[in-house]
């Protein structure tokens, strides 16, 4: 990965983020946070990952999030001073709920007596 690649990566979360928790006056997006973002090669197309700090809530944050996606792509246009601002797609980052999942399993493992 280039390193402008990887910097235009995280001017876009870091943007993100800041629009997210300052320029939404949206109470649903209050603990949701831009973990990672992955530019496609040509910088055309954004996913960004997002996770919530309340698992309860994700079916609605995720429709919340899902409208605002135009008005965070608008706000990249304005603060980024790229040519071509990418287009945004939003996946849901189940990472930290996969490492819990491991974890348990790998202590359920250890307790049976097996060791790695």
């Known amino acids: 990965m280039s ?3 990887k910097q235009f990566e995280t001017d876009i979360q870091n ?3 800041s629009f997210i928790r300052k320029g939404l006056n949206n109470p649903h997006l209050t603990f949701v946070s831009i973990t990672k973002v992955k530019l496609n090669d040509d910088f055309s197309m954004a996913t960004l990952y ?3 700090f309340d698992p309860a809530k994700r079916g ?3 429709s919340e999030i899902t409208k605002c ?3 965070i792509r608008s706000h990249l246009a304005k603060t980024l001073n790229v040519r071509h601002t990418p287009s945004i797609e939003l996946e849901y980052d189940s990472q930290f709920e996969d490492e819990s999942a491991i974890d348990k399993i790998l202590q359920e493992e250890k307790s049976k007596g097996k060791g790695f």
């Open 3 to 5: 390193f402008k690649k």
């Open 15 to 17: 943007e993100a983020n």
């Open 50 to 52: 997002w996770d919530t």
């Open 60 to 62: 609605d944050i995720k």
């Open 69 to 71: 996606a135009g008005k």
